[in-house]
C-alpha cells in the first residue's frame, strides 16, 4: 500500500505539472484543500474538455472536412475526423476503466475514427460530449485502492492500470488538440481558448518609441 500511495503522488505532482499555468485562474481551477488523484484527474479532465470541446465547436460545419494542404499533409485526418477520432479514443481508454470491452463495430478505420454514420457537424458534438460524460463515470470510479490494480480488459498492453488510462486520455486529447489548433488557425480561427490572452509573441514596436 505504501508503495502504491508513493507511486500516487509522484502521479499527482507531475499531473499538477502538466496543468497549463492559466488553469490556476480559470473557473474550473481545483478547489481549495488537500488534492487526491481521483480530484487531480478530474481536474485535468475538466481542462482538457473545456479546451477540447471549444476548439471542435468553434470550427464551421461547412470546414468540416478540412485537412491541411500547405506542406506536407498527405493522408492526414480531416477536422471531423480528428474530433471523432478522440471520441472514440476517450470510449476505449475510459469504458476501460469502466470494465468495458471496446463498442466500436466495423473496419480499422472505424475502430480508430468511430462510426461511419456519425458525419455531420452536430452529430459529432453529441458522440464528443457523451465521450466525455462516460470519461467522467470512470474517473469518479478510480480509488487510492484500485488505481493502480492491474486491470484485465486494457485496451493497450502498456497501460494496465486506471491510473494509467486515464493520464495517457488526457494527454491523446492534448496531443489532437493542438493538431486541431493548426486546423482553426489555417482557417482564420483563433481557438477559444486562446482569445483575450496577451500575445505570446507581441510585434516589436518602432524603434523610438
Known amino acids: 500500500m505504501k508503495t502504491a500511495m508513493g507511486t500516487a503522488a509522484i502521479v499527482l505532482m507531475c499531473m499538477l505539472g502538466a496543468v497549463p499555468a492559466r488553469a490556476q485562474q480559470h473557473p474550473m481551477a481545483m478547489s481549495k484543500g488537500p488534492a487526491t488523484l481521483r480530484s487531480t484527474l478530474e481536474f485535468q479532465l475538466t481542462i482538457e474538455e473545456h479546451e477540447f470541446e471549444g476548439a471542435a465547436d468553434a470550427m464551421p460545419a461547412d470546414k468540416y472536412d478540412f485537412a491541411p494542404t500547405n506542406g506536407d499533409f498527405k493522408g492526414v485526418r480531416t477536422f471531423a475526423q480528428e474530433v471523432k477520432h478522440v471520441a472514440t479514443a476517450n470510449n476505449r481508454f475510459f469504458g476501460a476503466i469502466l470494465g468495458q470491452r471496446p463498442a466500436t463495430p466495423g473496419d480499422r478505420f472505424e475502430q480508430e475514427n468511430g462510426p461511419d454514420s456519425i458525419k455531420t457537424k452536430a452529430q459529432i458534438m453529441q458522440y464528443l460530449r457523451e465521450s466525455f460524460a462516460e470519461a467522467h463515470k470512470a474517473i469518479a470510479s478510480i480509488t487510492e485502492e484500485n488505481a493502480f490494480q492491474p486491470i484485465s480488459n486494457a485496451p493497450i498492453p502498456f497501460l494496465r492500470t486506471r491510473a494509467a488510462l486515464a493520464i495517457f486520455a488526457c494527454v491523446h486529447m492534448n496531443d489532437h488538440?493542438?493538431?486541431?489548433?493548426?486546423?482553426?488557425?489555417?482557417?482564420?480561427?483563433?481557438?477559444?481558448?486562446?482569445?483575450?490572452?496577451?500575445?505570446?509573441n507581441p510585434p516589436t514596436p518602432p524603434a523610438g518609441k
Open 177 to 200: 488538440y493542438g493538431q486541431m489548433v493548426e486546423y482553426l488557425r489555417d482557417n482564420g480561427i483563433v481557438p477559444p481558448a486562446s482569445r483575450n490572452r496577451p500575445l505570446a
